[in-house]
């Protein structure tokens, strides 16, 4: 394959993301595109591997944050960042804000109607096609055809024919921390729920404590193994959703060959585009709604930074303001932010009197923060007692130090 062919010098280009990576692509552009010449590439997360420092010096690279394996880029200072939220990268490639000359994608075999399923990823790869000048895909015969989002053949201006294993994420190991916190946040989530989460030993260890419940539904951004038990087990049915009854959304397969297996041709998951995932609108449709995202650290005024450690860029906005608000919105739902109370082996209070990088979520949104010590509910709240709350969930550690922070918020009421 000669990417010559399709690319021209300056070209920017805009590649599926996470386990939706085509990697035999990216494999490819790393080795042409230097000689091509000024190629810039925008990806969302990456979990190959293949983007490693020293390695993308022949183009340079953008992303709405360093998540996955572009933390080590990040560290390099081989990666520029875009501020952003999900739901607008795909109304900002379509505007030409984040510009798309050509797309690069995974997708599956066509069917016969020659219409090709996106498989593991619909987030913003239909703006990338809609706006690219050359679609280039990567059909891979390992890639399921999940319903949802697809491809027609005709809009291929370069089809690159694969076999081979997509992208995994393997589930990572649950601790005592993990387990305690899981716990505190299992708690808001009842029979009905509509849960949205993300993957990682939290999320994994929240749905495990979740087999007693009944009816749960799905409306997520990405999903993982973790659900595949609770959807043959039948605790998630949809059933009493407004909207979708009876079909899981996400936008993101982010898991392993059991996840993939399970979703190939299964009516019971639909992939979508973010304009459906995360927007407000629809998103306003689900009753009982309980988001679970992640943070690095929390403020005592409940202002959260889940992207930057000190001088470290580790995480990015994400979806995480669009599901939060939605969560704290929803009636009977919950926005949770969970988080382990320490940091650095116990050394660092992630519950601080003030942040030390960006603020993600703002503290007029949040609503429920968690760690292993227990749930602070936020939403409603001043800001002497959302101190005294959050002080409360703090390591014992640090607590008398947060405590006096929390009396100078105590004294002048903010």
Same mark, same amino acid.
């Given at each position: 394959?000669?990417?010559?062919?399709?690319?021209?010098?300056?070209?920017?280009?805009?590649?599926?993301?996470?386990?939706?990576?085509?990697?035999?692509?990216?494999?490819?552009?790393?080795?042409?595109?230097?000689?091509?010449?000024?190629?810039?590439?925008?990806?969302?997360?990456?979990?190959?591997?293949?983007?490693?420092?020293?390695?993308?010096?022949?183009?340079?690279?953008?992303?709405?944050?360093?998540?996955?394996?572009?933390?080590?880029?990040?560290?390099?200072?081989?990666?520029?960042?875009?501020?952003?939220?999900?739901?607008?990268?795909?109304?900002?490639?379509?505007?030409?804000?984040?510009?798309?000359?050509?797309?690069?994608?995974?997708?599956?075999?066509?069917?016969?109607?020659?219409?090709?399923?996106?498989?593991?990823?619909?987030?913003?790869?239909?703006?990338?096609?809609?706006?690219?000048?050359?679609?280039?895909?990567?059909?891979?015969?390992?890639?399921?055809?999940?319903?949802?989002?697809?491809?027609? &053949?005709?809009? =291929?201006?370069? *089809?690159?024919?694969?076999?081979?294993?997509? %992208?995994?994420?393997?589930? @990572?190991? $649950? #601790?005592?921390?993990?387990?305690?916190?899981?716990?505190?946040?299992?708690?808001?989530?009842?029979?009905?729920?509509?849960?949205?989460?993300?993957?990682?030993?939290?999320?994994?260890?929240?749905?495990?404590?979740?087999?007693?419940?009944?009816?749960?539904?799905?409306?997520?951004?990405?999903?993982?193994?973790?659900?595949?038990?609770?959807?043959? &087990?039948?605790? =998630?049915?949809? *059933?009493?959703?407004?909207?979708?009854?009876? %079909?899981?959304?996400?936008? @993101?397969? $982010? #898991?392993?060959?059991?996840?993939?297996?399970?979703?190939?041709?299964?009516?019971?998951?639909?992939?979508?585009?973010?304009?459906?995932?995360?927007?407000?609108?629809?998103?306003?449709?689900?009753?009982?709604?309980?988001?679970?995202?992640?943070?690095?650290?929390?403020?005592?005024?409940?202002?959260?930074?889940?992207?930057?450690?000190?001088?470290?860029?580790?995480?990015?906005?994400?979806?995480?303001?669009?599901?939060?608000?939605?969560?704290?919105?929803?009636?009977?739902?919950?926005?949770?932010?969970?988080?382990?109370?320490?940091?650095?082996?116990?050394?660092?209070?992630?519950?601080?009197?003030?942040?030390?990088?960006?603020?993600?979520?703002?503290?007029?949104?949040?609503?429920?923060?968690?760690?292993?010590?227990?749930?602070?509910?936020?939403?409603?709240?001043?800001?002497?007692?959302?101190?005294?709350?959050?002080?409360?969930?703090?390591?014992?550690?640090?607590?008398?130090?947060?405590?006096?922070?929390?009396?100078?918020?105590?004294?002048?009421?903010?």
């Amino acid at each position: 394959m000669d990417l010559a062919e399709y690319l021209r010098p300056g070209d920017h280009i805009v590649i599926g993301q996470a386990c939706g990576e085509p990697t035999t692509l990216i494999e490819a552009l790393i080795e042409q595109g230097r000689d091509i010449g000024g190629l810039t590439v925008f990806v969302a997360t990456s979990f190959s591997g293949i983007f490693t420092p020293g390695r993308t010096g022949s183009f340079a690279m953008s992303s709405m944050g360093a998540i996955g394996a572009l933390r080590a880029l990040s560290k390099a200072h081989e990666l520029d960042v875009i501020p952003c939220h999900v739901s607008r990268i795909g109304p900002m490639i379509e505007a030409g804000t984040i510009r798309c000359d050509v797309a690069f994608v995974q997708v599956a075999p066509a069917d016969a109607d020659g219409y090709h399923s996106f498989g593991l990823v619909s987030d913003y790869v239909q703006s990338a096609v809609a706006t690219a000048r050359v679609v280039v895909a990567e059909i891979n015969d390992r890639v399921p055809v999940t319903l949802g989002e697809s491809l027609p &053949s005709s809009k =291929i201006d370069c *089809a690159v024919h694969v076999s081979r294993s997509p %992208v995994e994420v393997p589930p @990572a190991a $649950i #601790g005592e921390v993990d387990a305690a916190i899981a716990h505190h946040a299992a708690a808001y989530i009842g029979d009905g729920s509509v849960i949205q989460t993300g993957v990682g030993a939290v999320p994994d260890a929240i749905l495990r404590l979740l087999h007693d419940r009944v009816d749960l539904g799905v409306h997520s951004g990405m999903i993982g193994d973790g659900l595949v038990d609770l959807i043959e &087990s039948g605790v =998630i049915t949809n *059933a009493r959703k407004r909207i979708d009854r009876g %079909v899981s959304i996400t936008g @993101a397969l $982010i #898991g392993t060959a059991r996840l993939y297996g399970f979703a190939h041709r299964n009516p019971q998951i639909r992939m979508c585009t973010t304009a459906y995932t995360h927007d407000a609108g629809v998103l306003a449709q689900l009753d009982d709604l309980v988001t679970i995202n992640s943070a690095m650290e929390v403020d005592l005024t409940g202002q959260v930074n889940a992207e930057q450690s000190g001088a470290s860029y580790f995480g990015g906005t994400g979806g995480q303001v669009d599901f939060v608000r939605a969560g704290a919105r929803s009636p009977g739902g919950h926005a949770i932010t969970a988080l382990p109370a320490t940091a650095k082996g116990g050394t660092v209070s992630r519950i601080t009197a003030a942040l030390s990088g960006p603020v993600t979520t703002a503290r007029s949104d949040v609503d429920v923060v968690v760690t292993e010590f227990g749930a602070a509910e936020l939403r409603g709240r001043t800001l002497r007692e959302r101190a005294r709350r959050l002080v409360a969930i703090a390591h014992p550690a640090f607590r008398e130090d947060l405590e006096r922070q929390a009396h100078i918020i105590e004294q002048r009421g903010f």
